[in-house]
């Protein structure tokens, strides 16, 4: 049986056998030495002349070495890495596989190498002790959320990804319908509807880490397809899911990164008014001390206006259109009127000046929601069309709810001290939407298309 690097502190005179990969060689003749590395760690091999393929080995060349864990002289001891009062006397070698050519180096940080060698070689680049490290947070932080939420009884569910078109202000990706020939899914900006569909269930408490696709321009540090905690809660105001969302966040950073220090608890609470007034945006950065990279100053912004009119001239929403307004506007909302006036319940939450969570309380009668669509200049005929199966949901029952929902990659990053989301995504894509690894998107063939009813105009 093999033993991770990372237990051969256990093993010391024993003999064992380990797995991984050549990360460092030196040849000096009759010895060869190797630092052999697993996921666990690091070791010291060393063979002699008694092992003869020793000298065919090569940086990343996956190997499988028979051993005695040796205590190295005090003298030698390595006291960077846990391992280093160890190395293995190799008795045997198998070479499990080879290296055809090292695309890029993994024994650095690698933040100086080429990013589109970094993703076209991805799966070399996740051998780096970084991203290795950035994965395993990202799925420490997960497994938090998991726990706390489960205890506190939220389901996880899962919901469609061949959908409908959802409102949220990007544009769809659409996928075409083979058998429904002519018709297309929608890939969901985000699961609202069906989160709030979930409570018209009676679910009461939901929760995903669910995959949001968005067809946008380039803009900074986005991905077409991302990582959101969506959360929703039925017979909950405000505060009750600002509370738990705060409660969550102060347990992650705690318990996961101790060394991080939160300004301020509870988290201030700032109006959209003052965080314009006072900040010139309304995701503010409140840290007292820039320079410390330690330093989380998380804040709420609150009462933004639920409306604001597009280039044409028109009324869009700020956020979310299924949003309730605040109770006091109400009366304005189905009357239709003032509706520059109007605040929604919609709550972000910023960090150190980024948007890292935003939700709100919901519009959970019918009429309400089809104020908002009215305001925003649809007809009813259209209304129906496209939302009626969430106004006859709301019309079916629907508790009073609200939820949120974090932008999960941003949120690790962060944490991770990473400058960017892609530091933190397995496989992500370049700026410009394309997976450099896969060669994705790609043409497909002319069979597929006919089946799909689908003909490609010329590109002019
Ligand atoms: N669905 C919203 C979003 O993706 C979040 C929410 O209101 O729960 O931004």
Known sequence: MRTIIGDIIKNEDKEIELC???HARRDHGKLVFIDLRDRSGFVQVVFGPEVANASELRLEYVVKIQGVVKKRPASMVNDKIPTGAYEIGATGLEILNRVEEIPLPVDTDGYDINEETRLKYRYFDLRRERMKNNLIARHNIVRLIRNFLSERDFIEVETPNLSKSTPEGARDYLVP??????????????????????????????FQIARCFRDEDTRGDRQPEF?????????????????LNEELLIE?????????KIQEIPFPRITYKEAMEKYGTDRPDVRNDKEDKNLLAFCWVIDFPFFEKTDEGRWTFTHNPFSAPKSEFMADLMEEKNVQDILTTQYDVAMNGLEIAGGSIRNHQPEALKSVFHIMGYQDEEIIGKFGHMLKALGSGAPPHGGIAWGLDRFVSLLQNEPNIREVIAFPKTGDGRDLMMAAPSEVDKKQLDELGIEIKKQK
Do not use: C, H, N
């Not at 699961?191 to 018209?200: D, S």
């Open 227 to 243: 990582t959101q905690l969506d959360l929703e809660m039925s017979f909950v105001e405000q505060r009750d899911v600002m509370a």
């Open 20 to 22: 991984g990969w050549v």
């Open 252 to 260: 992650i950073v705690t318990t996961l990164y101790p060394e991080k």
């Open 177 to 206: 319908s083979r058998v429904q020939k002519g018709t297309f899914y929608a890939l969901p900006q985000s699961p609202q509807q069906y989160k709030q569909l979930l409570m018209v269930g009676g679910l009461e408490k939901y």
